[in-house]
């Protein structure tokens, strides 16, 4: 069974720096995708950023990145420029190829600090 | 294009009533999965639906169904309600296995 773990229950970040935010998962699954989802307090979970396993390269949006290393079944979120709005719930979640049973981690609260 | 949307947003129940909540998902996606969200429990797959075809199931009770209409829109039934069935139900839709989901905004359920 695949396991999502976020050990990170809650962080802080001050305006305009930057938060690394962590996820490993355990799976033998070679083909999956991994995710990071927002949910802000409104509750509306929006897709942050996705990762295919099979692509060394690290995805990025805007000042969103991730470092992804497969050996390690390591999937941290880096978030630059940090934003106020940027404070919410960070899920981390994983996903077999084909299957359509999406696993989360327990999540990460991050508070953007002015 | 409009988003997943739910309803209701928030509904109050009695213990072993039944409930049932919709979801209509994004114009052309046909895949619709549902998760239950707790505190203690975080986010749970409950079931996704392909087509009118339930393809996935998560481990939860019999008492959780759900079923597809032929318009993608799908219902989610709670029989015999529970108060640790009091939680945030999301639904997602996506256009096939390979894309990424799109969360609706919730169903708050409360169960007395």
């Known amino acids: 069974a695949q396991t999502v773990t976020q050990s990170q229950p809650e962080m802080s970040v001050q305006e305009a720096e930057t938060v690394t935010l962590s996820c490993t998962y355990d799976?033998?699954?070679?083909?999956?995708?991994l995710f990071w989802y927002k949910q802000p307090p409104s509750r509306q979970m929006i897709l942050v950023i996705r990762?295919?396993?099979?692509?060394?390269q690290n995805a990025t949006e805007n000042r969103f990145s991730v470092n992804f290393q497969k050996a390690a079944k390591s999937f941290s979120l880096k978030i630059s420029d940090s934003q106020l709005g940027d404070t919410a719930m960070y899920f981390c979640?994983?996903?077999?190829?084909?299957?359509?049973?999406?696993?989360f981690g327990a999540g990460t609260r991050l508070t953007v600090k002015p | 294009k409009a988003g997943v949307t739910q309803t209701p947003r928030y509904l109050i129940k009695t213990r072993g009533q039944q409930v049932t909540l919709s979801c209509s998902p994004i114009s052309g996606h046909r895949s619709v999965s549902w998760y239950q969200q707790t505190p203690g429990q975080g986010l749970q797959f409950l079931f996704e639906?392909?087509?009118?075809?339930?393809?996935n199931k998560g481990n939860f009770p019999g008492r959780f169904s759900g079923r597809q209409f032929s318009n993608s829109r799908s219902e989610m039934n709670v029989s015999t309600l529970e108060l640790g069935d009091s939680a945030l139900y999301l639904c997602?839709?996506?256009?096939?296995?390979?894309?990424?989901?799109?969360f609706g905004p919730g169903t708050r359920l409360t169960v007395l």
């Open positions: 799976t033998s699954e070679n083909n999956y995708y």
């Open positions: 639906y392909f087509s009118e075809t339930q393809r």
């Open positions: 990762q295919e396993a099979y692509k060394q």
């Open positions: 979640a994983f996903m077999r190829v084909g299957n359509n049973d999406m696993r």
């Open positions: 997602a839709s996506r256009k096939s296995s390979y894309n990424e989901q799109f």
